[in-house]
């Protein structure tokens, strides 16, 4: 496809399990980020890569979170013991390079029961 | 003081109608600024971007920047029900020219 595409688009998991969340570009955008949206909280800057170099991490909550990106493609967030208060949706976005518009894909909706 | 603030709204306009969405910034660094759309379930789609003063125009949507006020709005005219959704600000930095600040957004209506 021509858009952002991630994946799963639903998951449901019991606290304190990991869980890893993909995300794949559109082909020739060399900037990536992820985006956090909770309920009245807004979108949130979690991390930002150029290329496969994460420049940016100030935005992961905590230590749990992690972020690779291989290959200056495809992306993935993985969350360890996972909590509720990281129920939320994450959001990828891309861009042809920094400062140029960041086009979303659909997210992810996670839920921890 | 939040870094990018809209009315939450909602907003509510019949259609046809011009629909006038603002929004303020405090960090004067703020160089570029989007409006992205978001239907409910959605994610934001990106409707508009302008990075200088004054007005820049795409079909029925006006993005405005002044940069003095450090003030952002988007007009709609003509509006339509399908333009019905919630409005995101988001500004970005000149120096870190990368990482977006959203608003909360302002959720729009529009009646038939």
């Known amino acids: 496809g021509a858009g952002v595409s991630q994946s799963p688009s639903n998951k449901v998991t019991e606290k304190g399990k990991d869980v890893e969340l993909r995300c794949d570009p559109i082909?020739?955008?060399?900037?990536l980020y992820w985006y956090r949206q909770s309920l009245g909280q807004g979108l949130e800057f979690l991390i930002y890569?150029?290329?496969?170099?994460?420049?940016?991490k100030s935005g992961l909550p905590s230590d749990r979170f992690s972020a690779e990106r291989t290959g200056g493609s495809v992306s993935t967030l993985t969350i360890q013991r996972t909590q509720q208060e990281d129920s939320a949706v994450y959001l990828c976005?891309?861009?042809?390079?920094?400062?140029?518009?960041?086009?979303f894909g659909d997210g992810t909706r996670l839920s921890i029961l | 003081q939040k870094e990018v603030e809209q009315n939450s709204g909602p907003l509510s306009v019949p259609e046809g109608a011009i629909a006038s969405l603002n929004c303020t910034y405090s960090?004067?660094?703020?160089?570029?600024f989007f409006w992205y759309r978001q239907y409910s379930g959605k994610s934001p789609e990106l409707i508009m971007f302008?990075?200088?003063?004054g007005d820049k125009e795409d079909g029925r949507f006006t993005a405005q920047l002044n940069k003095a006020s450090q003030y952002v709005s988007l007009l709609i005219r003509d509006s339509q029900p399908s333009d019905s959704a919630t409005y995101l600000c988001?500004?970005?930095?000149?120096?870190?020219?990368?990482?977006?600040?959203f608003g909360k957004g302002t959720l729009l209506t529009v009646n038939p």
């Open positions: 960090d004067r660094g703020s160089q570029s």
């Open positions: 988001a500004g970005m930095k000149g120096g870190s020219n990368y990482k977006l600040t």
């Open positions: 302008i990075y200088s003063n």
């Open positions: 082909s020739g955008h060399t900037a």
């Open positions: 890569f150029q290329g496969n170099s994460a420049p940016d």
């Open positions: 976005a891309s861009s042809w390079g920094h400062n140029q518009p960041q086009h």
